[in-house]
C-alpha cells in the first residue's frame, strides 16, 4: 500500500493498495495437485480443464489491485488486471469505509444492477456510492486512506 503526497498548487494524493487472499491460492493449489495427480491417461481432459481453471483463478480471482486519486477509482483483478473497472472522480457521489463481515462477503467480482462487489477478503472495505445510485465495495489495504484521498481530489 502506497499514500504518496506532493506538495504544492496542482498537486493530489494518490492512494495504491493490493488485496491478495493468500488462503485462496493455498486452497486452490491444494485441491487441485491431488485431482491432477490421480487423474488417469483417461481422464487426461478432464485434468486439462481442471489445470485451466485454476490458472485462471489464480491469474484472475485472487487479489484486488485498486488506485484512487484525482482521476477517481481503478480496480484490477490479479496478476493480469482483469476485469477491471474504473469509476471517474465525477461519477462518485460518496466514498466510506465499510466493514465487511466474514460471513455476508461475495468474495470476486461481482455485478448486480445496483451493485458492485470487488471483494477477496473481509474486513474494512471502500465503498463508493456513485450518482447513478450504484453501490460499489472494493477490498483494499488502508479504505481509510482510500476514502481521504478521494475526498481531497473532490473538493480540489
Excluded: K
Amino acid at each position: 500500500m502506497m499514500t504518496s503526497t506532493f506538495p504544492g498548487q496542482g498537486r493530489f494524493s494518490i492512494y495504491t493498495g493490493r488485496v491478495t487472499n493468500w488462503p485462496m491460492v493455498i486452497l486452490s493449489v491444494a485441491l487441485t495437485v491431488p485431482l491432477l495427480m490421480f487423474s488417469d491417461a483417461q481422464g487426461w481432459a478432464i485434468a486439462v480443464l481442471v489445470a485451466v481453471a485454476l490458472l485462471a483463478n489464480l491469474l484472475t480471482g485472487t487479489s484486488v489491485r485498486t488506485t484512487a486519486g484525482p482521476n477517481g477509482v481503478a480496480i484490477r483483478f490479479g496478476v493480469v488486471g482483469w476485469p477491471r473497472a474504473v469509476y471517474r472522480i465525477g461519477e462518485i457521489a460518496r466514498a466510506e469505509v465499510v466493514d465487511q463481515h466474514p460471513w455476508r462477503v461475495a468474495y470476486g467480482f461481482w455485478w448486480t444492477p445496483r451493485r458492485t462487489n470487488c471483494t477477496v477478503r473481509s474486513g474494512p472495505a471502500l465503498r463508493l456510492i456513485l450518482r447513478t445510485g450504484r453501490i460499489v465495495t472494493v477490498s483494499v489495504p488502508d479504505p481509510h486512506a482510500a476514502v481521504a484521498v478521494l475526498g481531497e481530489a473532490s473538493v480540489a
